[in-house]
């Protein structure tokens, strides 16, 4: 039996299982884009939540939240104690 591995700092689009979220990318794109930021900040923020010791499987272990879709809505930030998304801005 294969040993499962947990992918640390992979985001949901990188895993081989990244079919089983379609959903979420659905419900992404369909959001109205004022609640949406922009490509460029969303990639950025992904950026950030790579390289954050708290990713893990697509999460964020400190809310639980799969970081792709908290990273592309404007009314949402890092939940980090000092937010790590603030250099980005939050495109309000």
Do not use: H
Request: charged share 35%.
């Amino acid at each position: 039996m294969e040993k499962q591995r947990f992918c640390r700092k992979c985001l949901l689009r990188e895993m081989k299982e990244s079919e089983y979220f379609q959903n979420m990318y659905e419900y992404i794109a369909g959001l109205p884009a004022e609640d949406k930021v922009s490509d460029e900040v969303y990639e950025m923020r992904l950026g950030i939540c790579k390289e954050c010791e708290n990713l893990l499987n697509g999460m964020c272990r400190i809310c639980g939240c799969y970081v792709e879709m908290r990273a592309s809505m404007k009314v949402k930030g890092c939940p980090e104690v000092n937010p790590l998304w603030n250099a980005v801005g939050k495109e309000r």
